[in-house]
């Protein structure tokens, strides 16, 4: 029987995919107040980025398809989104992840203690996740390739703030829990994303076409405004669910292989929680 009751963000003991994704969700919605507005931010950014490369590849909102005679420029396009989208979700990962230790723990971390520099890391956690983005983009030159590097680098900011490692470190560490299980970790994060990406693709052409439906304006003249105003806010909440699906994923694998939940109940009362939860060194 797990030690919290079952509507815990994350009990401790190791779950089922159905629970990781609730937990995911459960662990969203306490954190919304900071995670959604940080990501509306870096999806309008990303927008912004991408719109030069869409313009060169001939892709046109809402849906930004392919045109054949523009290729090259369209399979730069893709490996850009997803070096971008990786990139986001890993930033986004620093104040979720340390929001999910603090729902293992028992309490919820409110917007101010996200918000607060001290213990965040996020001097290792920028290139980090800029590290991440590179490789996700590279590996998506190559096409299949991408989920494997996006699979297999979930763990890469939580092992920074949660598990306290040297960045040179969470790397390599990411791929270790990665791996472990049959791959169990790495093929979850894949099963999130492609969750997130139909629900993603449902409202952000839904939206589109449903004001084209209405007849209320001249859609047409309007596309870039609208659709990215519709992809902006479907990525705003997708966004923060995949970085929060990697910070309560990192933490359940740690139970599930390496004995976190048996850790944290002989531990003092009286520890530090970064200690709690930190590696062993």
Do not use: K
Not at 40 to 46: H, M, P, R, T
Not at 70 to 85: H, I, N, S
Not at 115 to 121: I, Q, T, W
């Amino acid at each position: 029987m797990p030690d919290v009751g079952p509507t815990a963000v994350l009990p401790r003991r190791p779950l089922t995919v159905g629970e990781l994704l609730d937990s995911a969700v459960l662990l969203l919605r306490g954190q919304a107040r900071l995670l959604v507005p940080l990501a509306v931010l870096l999806a309008l950014a990303e927008q912004a980025l991408l719109h030069p490369l869409r313009v060169l590849a001939d892709a046109r909102p809402p849906a930004y398809w392919l045109d054949p005679d523009r290729l090259g420029w369209f399979w730069l396009l893709l490996a850009l989104g997803a070096g971008t989208e990786a990139l986001i979700i890993a930033l986004l990962g620093n104040p979720a992840a340390r929001g999910a230790g603090a729902a293992l723990l028992g309490r919820q971390a409110g917007p101010r203690e996200l918000l607060r520099p001290g213990g965040a890391r996020w001097g290792a956690t920028l290139p980090a996740a800029a590290g991440v983005g590179l490789a996700v983009s590279l590996a998506g030159l190559t096409g299949p390739a991408w989920f494997v590097a996006y699979g297999l680098l979930g763990a890469v900011v939580p092992a920074l703030v949660v598990d306290r490692l040297p960045a040179y470190r969470a790397p390599g560490r990411a791929l270790a829990l990665a791996f472990r299980a049959g791959g169990r970790a790495a093929g979850i994060r894949l099963l999130g994303y492609l969750g997130w990406w139909l629900i993603r693709l449902g409202i952000g052409l839904g939206v589109y076409h449903g004001l084209g439906l209405l007849g209320l304006f001249d859609l047409d003249a309007y596309a870039l405004p609208v659709a990215t105003a519709a992809w902006v806010a479907v990525n705003a909440l997708a966004y923060p669910a995949l970085a929060c699906l990697d910070a309560v994923l990192h933490l359940e694998t740690r139970m599930r292989t390496e004995g976190l939940d048996i850790r944290l109940s002989r531990a003092p009362t009286d520890t530090p929680e970064p200690v709690l939860l930190a590696v062993q060194r």
